[in-house]
């Protein structure tokens, strides 16, 4: 799904949309070729389903102009795990940025474009 830069590029971009509009804090995240790992901690303003559908919605808008497409970006649905204690944010974080050293897509975390973390600089 994201083996372009710039698909993967879209994606981040709307995750950060994401956070400027108050809808989450984003606190980790992954896009890899053909799924999303995102740590975040929700805003006021939407709940978790309407957090996760706009995002969804906008990044696969945008992906599918690009192609020229109206062809589906996303599985329906997703997964979720709530954080109970803050103490594992940093180890979840860690987690989810080294996905493309597990999936052996690089040798290096550094390597990779399309991650983030608050702790990780």
């Known amino acids: 799904m994201f083996k372009d830069l710039w698909l993967g590029r879209i994606v981040v ?9 108050g809808y989450a804090s984003t606190l980790a995240f992954v896009v ?8 975040m901690q929700l805003g006021l303003i939407k709940e978790l389903s309407e957090t996760v559908r706009w995002v969804k919605s906008r990044s696969a808008l945008a992906v ?3 192609r020229d497409s109206s062809a589906p970006v996303w599985q329906r649905g997703f997964f979720d795990n709530a954080i109970r204690r803050e103490a594992d944010l940093v180890a979840l974080s860690r987690y989810i940025v080294a996905n493309p050293l597990r999936a052996r897509l690089v040798e290096s975390v550094g390597d990779y474009p399309h991650w983030d973390a608050v702790w990780m600089v």
């Open 13 to 21: 971009s709307t995750l950060r949309r994401a956070q400027t509009n």
């Open 32 to 39: 890899m070729p053909d799924h999303l790992h995102w740590l």
């Open 64 to 66: 599918n102009q690009q």
